[in-house]
């Protein structure tokens, strides 16, 4: 069975989110180094990139690093900027070819000043684009967001520019780092860890949640291809029944 060609085009999700794990145990079950781990995970960035703009799925976001993946070795973490570097200067080209645009979620302003230039020189490139939006979560973590989201919306009501009455879903939504970015409909974590790990706690509460076995660098088309065959075999009731639906 091929789930590359059992997909339905008319039932795509129209954003999927992806935590990328796996890179270091891959590497280990090999003999590498972390490292070659986390540089043979961005192949497989780019194989997903690449087939999410084939089949049409409008809006991709990518758990790059956590707000956690900061207490890691500081070699790994020096080594993962450095590759984050090369890895927007490579893609920029690719990204305008395909008319794919690029955004960053996140605790931004901690990350080196050079990461930071030249991921806004990236963005800035990519604006226009319309194919697909690529969301690289850096330097994130739900709860640090939803911090940012309660100050943002306290101070407004300090200020009297909004009330208290006034605060929603939607509200909540425009405070966020993805408010211009659609609730999540599938959720997939590779290498068999079954858990979120602080991310988008807020835009999951819907999604289809999709558990994989399969380590990070070893994620194929067919491998995305299978977990979009599971999210279109389900039934989303979001709180209905069935025979609601079915009305």
Request: aromatic content about 8%.
């Amino acid at each position: 069975m091929k789930y590359t060609e059992l997909i339905k085009e008319e039932n795509l999700p129209q954003h999927i989110g992806v935590i990328m794990d796996g890179n270091g145990r891959w590497a280990k079950k090999l003999g590498f180094l972390r490292n070659i781990g986390h540089e043979t995970g961005v192949k497989a960035v780019r194989r997903v990139v690449k087939y999410c703009a084939e089949l049409g799925v409008p809006y991709l976001t990518l758990y790059a690093f956590s707000t956690e993946n900061w207490k890691r070795p500081e070699a790994e973490v020096s080594a993962l900027m450095q590759l984050m570097m090369l890895s927007l200067k490579k893609e920029i080209k690719s990204f305008q070819e395909n008319n794919i645009r690029l955004n960053a979620i996140g605790n931004l302003e901690d990350l080196p000043s050079n990461i930071r230039k030249e991921l806004t020189k990236a963005m800035e490139a990519t604006k226009d684009n319309t194919r697909l939006t690529v969301t690289v979560a850096l330097s994130y973590g739900a709860r640090s967001e939803m911090i940012h989201a309660v100050k943002s919306i306290s101070d407004k009501v300090k200020n009297n520019i909004i009330s208290l009455e006034d605060i929603d879903e939607k509200t909540i939504n425009n405070h966020l780092y993805t408010h211009n970015l659609p609730d999540v409909d599938l959720l997939i974590r590779t290498s068999g860890e079954q858990r979120i790990s602080n991310f988008l706690l807020w835009q999951i509460a819907y999604a289809e949640l999709y558990f994989t076995e399969v380590l990070w660098p070893e994620f194929k088309d067919e491998d995305l291809a299978k977990a979009i065959y599971s999210y279109q075999n389900r039934e989303r009731r979001f709180g209905k029944t069935s025979e609601q639906l079915k009305k």
